[in-house]
């Protein structure tokens, strides 16, 4: 019994010999796959006058990890807003009461905090709220 033992262990041996040596030749492939997240999170400031007239909405943090970039779209009342000014960071549009509104495009991921300010149109501020969505391309 003790012999057939012995031989076993030497066949294995034989056995896991070639696969030692293709082991060191053998590479690793590793590839992840990350779902597409994108967020916007606005921080309300006190109110005040930032430059030209402009009034502080106060800041909104953007983070979007879609490889082709994004876009930030502001969506408010339709008929309300026309003629208002939007300005965050150096990315300015003016609303012409469609009710939607691209504020920015950026061509890859990105995260940046921005200030944001408004001028109001003719009409003043006729609405109460502006939403802030980020849509990934």
């Given at each position: 019994m003790v012999r057939k033992v012995s031989l076993g262990i030497g066949c294995l041996a034989l056995a896991i010999l070639p696969l030692t040596a293709q082991a060191a030749a053998i590479g690793y492939n590793l590839q992840l796959t990350v779902p597409v997240f994108c967020s916007v999170r606005h921080?309300?400031?006190?109110?005040g006058i930032v430059d030209h007239g402009a009034i502080s909405l106060g800041t909104f943090r953007e983070y979007c990890n879609a490889p082709g970039g994004y876009e930030v779209v502001v969506n408010y009342a339709p008929?309300?807003?026309?003629?208002?000014?939007?300005?965050?960071?150096?990315?300015?549009v003016v609303l012409n009461g469609?009710?939607?509104a691209v504020l920015s495009h950026t061509t890859g991921p990105r995260v940046r905090e921005r200030i944001i300010a408004a001028i109001p149109g003719e009409n003043g501020f006729d609405t109460d709220r502006l939403d802030i969505q980020i849509l990934p391309i």
């Open positions: 921080q309300p400031t006190g109110s008929g309300s807003l026309r003629g208002a000014t939007l300005i965050a960071g150096s990315d300015v469609s009710g939607q």
